[in-house]
């Protein structure tokens, strides 16, 4: 007998690579939903297939949600099960989903998760990094400039930071990185998780920029890169930032002042400049 109720929302995590990695009641849910939204009908039906879900299926991703939410809620008020997944892992996190999600809560759906695979806490456990408190970030920003300005803005930050990355710009991130947290500062990538050729990598990131710049092996599938949070190195270039900013504040502007202070010293700028 299936344990899937009628009008709610199940929102169910996929593997991010290995399929064994499916629990068996996202799979029970699965086939037992009206319908599932999935990102990309081509990339979810073989791994459906493999485990003989039939469940007819419907795309929602980030070009057409706003569209398709009103239907599926509709859907749901009228004592349809539904399902969301994502072409991998959990729904939401850096997928589309949550226009869905908050549409159905603001009409009083249920909304259920089927908890699973994220490749984010995937990498956080095996990373060696501290667990206890962290940021994830997503995606950072495509452009250079935007990119390690978000980067300047947590370079103070004491947390674990946690960054998803795409293939072709995994190596240029690293590199902001070197140059706005430190070369000392320990780096972690996590790649291809679960898959055939999973790698994780932890080095200082001066160390771990040169070597994915020099390899296009580490530099291809999915990548999750982590970062330690702040530690005594970067508080030791922020005092010398400050230091050297207090000097040039005296002849310069202070925004100018900064920017001079973080060039010599590799603080964050924004840091000395508050």
């Known amino acids: 007998m299936s344990h ?27 086939r037992s939903v009206a ?44 004592g349809e099960s539904v399902a969301l997944i994502s072409d991998a ?25 089927v908890p699973g695979a994220c490749a984010a806490i995937t990498a956080l456990s095996v990373s060696g990094l501290p667990s206890d408190r962290f940021v994830f970030e997503g995606f950072l920003p495509p452009k250079a400039a935007a990119r390690r300005a978000r980067l300047e803005e947590l370079a103070g930050d004491p947390r674990t930071l946690i960054f998803y990355e795409s293939s072709h710009r995994v190596a240029e991130s690293l590199a902001d990185m070197r140059e706005v947290f430190g070369a000392t500062r320990e780096g972690v990538l996590a790649r291809e998780l679960t898959k055939l050729f999973e790698t994780v990598l932890s080095e200082p990131l001066e160390a771990l920029a040169a ?40 002849e310069l502007p202070p925004a100018k002042a900064a920017k001079l202070a973080a060039a010599i010293s590799g603080a964050p700028r924004k840091a000395l400049y508050e």
């Open 89 to 113: 892992g959990t729904p939401l996190i850096s997928d589309p989903g949550f226009r869905l999600v908050r549409a159905a809560r603001a009409a009083g759906v249920r909304c259920i998760p």
């Open 35 to 78: 319908v599932i939204a999935c990102e990309d009908t081509r990339h979810s039906r073989p791994l459906l297939m493999h485990y003989n879900i039939a469940t007819p299926l419907m795309a929602l991703h980030e070009h057409n949600e706003r569209e398709v939410v009103d239907a599926v809620v509709e859907r749901l008020l009228r």
């Open 4 to 30: 899937v109720q009628p009008g709610c929302l199940w929102v169910v995590a996929t593997p991010i690579g290995h399929r064994d990695d499916f629990s068996v009641r996202a799979v029970e849910t699965l």
């Open 211 to 250: 070597r994915v710049a020099g390899d296009p092996d580490q530099q291809r599938g999915e990548c999750v890169i982590l970062i330690h949070g702040r530690g005594e190195e970067v508080d030791a270039r922020v005092v010398e930032g400050q230091r050297i900013f207090a000097i040039l504040r005296d």
